[in-house]
């Protein structure tokens, strides 16, 4: 008899993990691909409405491999993130609701299986455009904070699509150009530095960047 008292499920949540680790693996495989820009172009697109890896592992990549080709890289990203956060804003916008305040199939199935999307964090963001509007974006256009639910809920909510797309070309060009060019001006050895601390670099660089507004704003 096959013993099966030992055997355990994996946890949900080891699961989420187990994933998320093979599809960070298959991102990075596209390096060594000669479809490489393709690739970059293609997810930069589809995390910013959908996909849970976030492009700058691939940017990074790519960077180390063709360190002249750095900032076209950083082109490539911004330019599909920008196109991938209208796509997220017409999801929102187009089909969230089957009847205003009931969400659709679409909406319950991202709530289900896209990591960073909950019921709490869909209201919680809706209240903080209601209250920064533009500085939302921006945020979590450049920080790590998961591009997809802000374009969605801006869609879901109505929140202006000019105002949307402004803040999403900012922030993605100023967070993928600022990786692409450490990289071009360092290489490899600023690589496990990023990878390390990106996360507080970002967050730091926005505290700044958004106090500096806050400055002028007051001063003038």
Known sequence: MVNLINKTEPSPATRKTGLIRRLYDWVLHWADSPYGAIALFALSFAEASFFPIP??????????????????FALICTVAS????SFGYGIGFRLWWSEPGVFSGIADWFFRHIPGFSHEIFYSVKRLYEKWNFW?????????????????????????????????????????YLVAGMIWKWGEPIKGFIDKYFNWLALAFTVLLVGGFAVIKYVL
């Open 55 to 72: 492009p700058d592992v691939l940017l990074i990549a790519l960077v180390l491999g063709k360190q002249n080709k750095a900032f076209r």
């Open 82 to 85: 920008v196109l991938g956060a």
């Open 136 to 176: 939302v974006v921006f945020t979590a256009g450049f920080t790590p904070i998961p591009f997809k639910v802000f374009t969605i809920t801006a869609g879901s909510f109505n929140v202006s699509f000019p105002m949307m797309i402004l803040a999403s070309i900012i922030s993605r060009a100023a967070r993928f």
